[in-house]
Each structure stands twice: as structure tokens, then as C-alpha cells.
């Protein structure tokens, strides 16, 4: 093993990038040569952590400071998938550990995640399920991010949002879906055997949690350029809610057609799908296109539309699961579960009483902690009831939250099940009457 340390100033933040660079179209046992420990076990731990052992042959302070002290800089890596064309993240950045004991005495200028994390190196692999992370190869130029000024309000706020649930004693309560940049992803075996973490202003033992950059938030940084995308303009004196009611407040209590006008946009055809999506984007950006904000916070927009009694007209559908693999799945990597740790901006239309549909009201939500819980119960009795007789799931009745129906294309669209037959293909959905409700909440 060479001595990289001399080819590169540890306390210079340029020369750690630049020594970064060079792992560009390499793989890190194609860089170094590796101990034979590591290379026999196909190592499948910590990448991040391989890489400054043994390229950057430098040891971390075993402490909260970043990874090289001397130039203020935290090392990460993260595994990035090619699809359509481009690199996309493949999941959330994990960055710091949530110490509920210590976030309470801090403040954003003092905390650990601002000390570790507002300078940080990314290096970017192409994650390939098979091989082992040593194997991985590393794609595009390293990201050197500082926290940018549009986006540091926010992240702070996201923060002391989660700081404040640990003060408030609900630590057991946070959820990812709770913030917009900086989440608080679950961090933990999971499972029942889990250990779980004490907090300091309540009994209620606590899931391990750390903070994150959301998913979407990462996959714009891998843009590095989205300049022509329109912006809501969320900043120091404005918030994602304020400035997004702001945008409606001139619409609402008009009918779909007046705000067609209003916009001199309308519907292409009677077919014309997402029509009131569009209108929606149209609303906050005068555009189709998501709003930056909204795409780096990985805002999920869902239009509801009324009834003249407030029901909704239909359930909520979310991805579809596979037989074969929800009966191998835990429930924290599965997709509903990833979905309801989303945040929604939740855009709701009704009928009048001349059934002239109307914009109603907008407001962002995400599921409170009860709610997710009957979910994951829900889950859980379908994993356990597909391997018995998939034909059989939680129907409507059996759940105030949700239930598992068909989300097909037809008939014919159908998968293999535990049981050796075919199934139509089936997905989780939040019940109308559930959804009616939350509407009911929503400001």
C-alpha cells in the first residue's frame, strides 16, 4: 500500500478534491492495492469508510468534527443508478446520527450535524447489487457541497423542526415526511429484535433516526445545473407554506374553468391526463414543470377531488408490491412504507352544489405517527396473509387507514404468487373515508 497521505495536503480542502478526482472511472481495489482480508470477504461494508482507510490512508477524529478536521471537510460517498439517460441517487444521504440527548442542548450554529456537514466531499459510485462495494466503480466528478444560501433557511428549519419533536418528547414520532430538505431517516436493523433509543423528555423508547438529505434533494445536486427550472422562491422571510398558499390564495373558491382562463391554459382533450396537475404547477410556477422547491424536497403533489358531501371520489393508490418479494421484505424497505414517510402537498377540488368543480383548499401533509403505525400493521397482516392465500388481503373494512385492491392494467395483468398461481397485480391504497378525513384536518 502506497503512502497517498504525501500526495495530497489533508488540511486543503483543494488538494482533497483533487486527490478525489483521480478515483474518477475507478473502482477502489483498482486504486489500491487492498489487504487480502478485504478483497477475500468481497467486502460489502461501509465504502465511505474503505475509502479513507486505505486511498486517502487517513483515520478519522473519533468525535463529533468532520472526517478531516484541518481543512473542516466530512467525507461521503453514495451509490448513484443510471436511468433514462442520466445518473439519479440511488436513495436518501445519510449524514449524522440523531443523538436525541445532545440535539436538545444545542443550536443550529453549535450542533453537530452544522460542524460535520456544512462542507462536505460526495464521491458518487455506480451501485451495482452484485458486486461487492470495492468492485463499485466511481462516476462523474466528486461533489463539493457547502451549504448553498437558497437552501440553508430551510435546511435550518428542517432541523430545529426535528430538535423540537425530541423536545417535545416524540421522538418516537419523527418521520421523514415531517421536513422538506433535511430528513429523518430511519437508521437503524429494524425489526422487532431492534434496540431502541432512550429520549430525554419522555419514557416512549425511540427508533435509532439520522439526519439525511432527502432522495430528490441529492438528485439535484447531481444535476449541479438546473438554472432554467422555475422556483417558488422560498427564502429567509418565507416559508414553503406561506409561499406556496400565497401562490393559490387568488384561485381558491374559483371554479376549474375560470382558473383555465385565468391561465389561458386548458384542457388538450377529454383525455387529457394530469390535467389538474398541470393546472396545479401552472398555479405555483406558470409552468408544467415542477417547481425547483418542491423537486428537491421531493413534494409528491396529489389533486383530491370532492364530491358535494366532501368525500372523496376515490381511494388513494400507491406503488404496487410484487408477491414473491413483500413475503422477504421488512417493512422499513418497502415501498409503502418509504411512500408514507413522504410529505404531500395535498390540492383539493369540489363539487358545488350546481356541481361545479371548485378549488377548495392547499395544504402540505404527511401522515401523523398513529396513522403510519395502523399502516404498517396493515402491511404486515399482507405480507403474513400472502403466503397463506394471496387472493386473500386486507379489504377496507378490516382497516380505518388501508387496504390492499387491484391496480391493473386489465384482467391479464397478473403475478406469480407463493402459491404457484397468478394473482392480478395488487397495490396498497388509503382508504376514502380516511382521506376524507384528513381533508377534513387539512388549514
Known sequence: MTNNESKYDKT????????????IGKTLAEAVNLPEGVTNTRNRGDLGSLVEKYYFEHTPP????????????????????????KFRAKERLVLTMIDYEAIVKESWESSTFHNKCKLMLILLYLYTKEKSVIDRKFVLSPLLYEIP????????????FIRQRVLDGKAHELSEGDTFYLGACRKGSGGESEALKKQPFSTER????????????VNKLIDREYANQPVLGINLGATFEEVTKSKFQPYLGKSVEEISVALNYFQKSANHKGFL?????????????????LDKAGIEIKTVRLTKLGSPREAMSFPG?????????????????DKIEHKFLFVIFQLDEFDVERLEKVSYWNMPYTDRVEAQRVWEETKRRVSIDASDLPRSSESPVAHVRPKARDGADKLPTPQGDFQVKKCFWLNKGYIAGVVRELA
Open 12 to 23: 486543503s480542502v483543494t488538494s482533497i478534491y483533487e486527490f478525489a478526482v483521480k478515483l
Open 321 to 337: 408490491f410484487k408477491y414473491l418479494d413483500i413475503v422477504d421484505e421488512n417493512w422499513e424497505d418497502s415501498s409503502f412504507f
Open 62 to 85: 473519533n468525535n463529533h468534527d468532520p472526517d478531516f478536521k484541518e481543512a473542516g471537510l466530512e467525507l461521503k460517498t453514495t451509490g448513484v443508478l443510471f436511468k433514462s439517460e
Open 206 to 217: 425511540a427508533k435509532a433516526r439520522a439526519f439525511s438529505f432527502k432522495q430528490s434533494y
Open 149 to 160: 444560501k437558497n437552501d440553508a433557511e430551510q435546511i435550518r428549519r428542517d432541523w430545529e
Open 277 to 293: 396537475k398541470d393546472v396545479v404547477n401552472r398555479i405555483l410556477v406558470n409552468e408544467e414543470q415542477l417547481p425547483l422547491e
